[in-house]
């Protein structure tokens, strides 16, 4: 079993930064990638960005490029999402996710059904 904790979820004014983080611990051996999505009320669930395990590619939704940016320390096993020019539109519980399919690829990066493993959420709130 693999564990996700998020932390780093707040209130922030429209165009503030946050920065989200998301510890994984537990059998984290045979891990894919991680990443994050986001859910608003009354909404589907929507893929954020996600990131190679070994750190070297890194995915991202098309509206969010630019704004969003996701990273690894593989010391902490910990992934960020760094957020900035932050807008009430990213107002969401902001989940990780994690997966150790083998069939993971660029292709199935955005699909939430390929990450097998999934934190509680954190919530952010953008203030206008």
């Known amino acids: 079993q693999v564990e996700l904790v998020e932390s780093g979820g707040g209130l922030v004014q429209a165009g503030g930064s946050l920065r989200l983080s998301c510890a994984a611990s537990g059998r984290t051996r045979n891990m894919q990638a991680m990443a994050w999505f986001r859910q608003s009320p009354g909404k589907e669930r929507e893929f954020v960005a996600a990131i190679r395990w070994s750190g070297d590619s890194t995915y991202y939704a098309d509206s969010l490029k630019g704004r969003f940016t996701i990273s690894r320390d593989s010391a902490k096993n910990t992934v960020y999402l760094q957020m900035n020019i932050l807008k009430p539109e990213d107002t969401a519980v902001y989940y990780c996710?994690?997966?150790?399919?083998?069939?993971?690829?660029?292709?199935?990066?955005?699909?939430?059904?390929?990450?097998?493993?999934w934190g509680q959420g954190t919530q952010v709130t953008v203030s206008s």
């Open positions: 996710a994690a997966t150790d399919n083998q069939f993971y690829n660029s292709g199935t990066s955005y699909l939430k059904g390929i990450y097998n493993y």
